[in-house]
T-cell receptor, first 111, second 114 residues
């Protein structure tokens, strides 16, 4: 079993829809949770960063962490064609150098 | 001014050759990493250096050898290239540990071995 599980999709939605992405993990030591966005032929860029459980909102993006269920989510409201990318969840324990990544979910937003 | 820059962007080479990829960061970060991304987009850590000291050395063939001349530079040398080495290699950096607001990635080096 992988340390971080993420459905690779692909996911195709119409413009304006809500995109819902999620990851589950097995390591209860994970405390820092991130979402990266990767456009085709580019490097991943940090989209959202959260510590421990709770919600965080940034514009159209909302990240949720439920440590009791070992489950994290990313919601994209009013999705745009420019949101079409691969979204990777990542997480680490306190003091760790290593980030553990999910497999990435490829999202296409249709105009 | 690019924060994490890798060269070359593309590398096409024959089996058995030796090649190097270079990475530089101007963020003042202490820690640098090499990740390999396969065709299914999965990112797997290979090596990490903190202030020129090797701190992560995952199960990687001996043909791969990292080198960090200073904390702003991390290079990757690959000997006797094999078809299975074809992938995108990403360099990344963090302030110190991964929890310090994650990594900043370079744009990747797409290696194709023919």
């Amino acid at each position: 079993q992988k340390e971080v599980e993420q459905d690779p999709g692909p996911l195709s939605v119409p413009e304006g829809a809500i995109v819902s992405l999620n990851c589950t993990y097995s390591n209860s030591a994970f405390q820092y949770f991130m979402w990266y966005r990767q456009y085709s032929r580019k490097g991943p860029e940090l989209l959202m960063y959260t510590y421990s459980s709770g919600n965080k909102e940034d514009g159209r993006f909302t990240a949720q962490v439920d440590k009791s269920s070992k489950y994290i989510s990313l919601f994209i409201r009013d999705s745009q064609p420019s949101d079409s990318a691969t979204y990777l969840c990542a997480m680490s324990a306190s003091g760790d150098y290593k980030l553990s990544f999910g497999a990435g979910t490829t999202v296409t937003v249709r105009a | 001014d690019t924060a994490v820059s890798q060269t070359p962007k593309y590398l096409v080479t024959q089996m058995g050759n030796d090649k190097s990829i270079k990475c530089e960061q101007n963020l003042g970060h202490d820690t640098m990493y090499w990740y390999k991304q396969d065709s299914k987009k999965f990112l797997k850590i290979m090596f990490s250096y903190n202030n020129k000291e090797l701190i992560i050395n995952e199960t990687v063939p001996n043909r791969f050898s990292p080198k960090s001349p200073d904390k702003a530079h991390l290079n990757l040398h690959i000997n006797s290239l094999e078809l299975g080495d074809s992938a995108v290699y990403f360099c990344a950096s963090s302030q110190r540990v991964a929890a310090d607001y994650g990594y900043t990635f370079g744009s990747g080096t797409r290696l194709t071995v023919v």
